[in-house]
């Protein structure tokens, strides 16, 4: 399933990701508020019953999101533990 940016359910997930995030990177030592992403903790496409769960999701800068982005494997434990923090 291709994602649909403009779906209304996506921009709902999107839309409660960023203000749990207070509109900020989350990735630690950056908190940039700017060219901001909602990322998927587990991938888009591996996932499907998390595409839309909150906790799912994680916002980064656009900088940061292209560090991870073919790595989430690698940041899952940290996203995780950031993300079930703010719960």
Known sequence: ?????????????????????????QMPG???????????????SAASSLRFDTKNGITLCKYCHKKVNGKERQYEKLFREIVDGKI
């Open 30 to 44: 950056c908190k940039s508020r700017m060219n901001l992403h909602v990322h998927h903790i587990q991938k888009w």
């Open 1 to 25: 399933m291709k994602r649909q940016y403009d779906d209304p359910v996506y921009k709902k997930f999107r839309s409660e990701v960023l203000k749990r995030d207070n509109k900020q990177c």
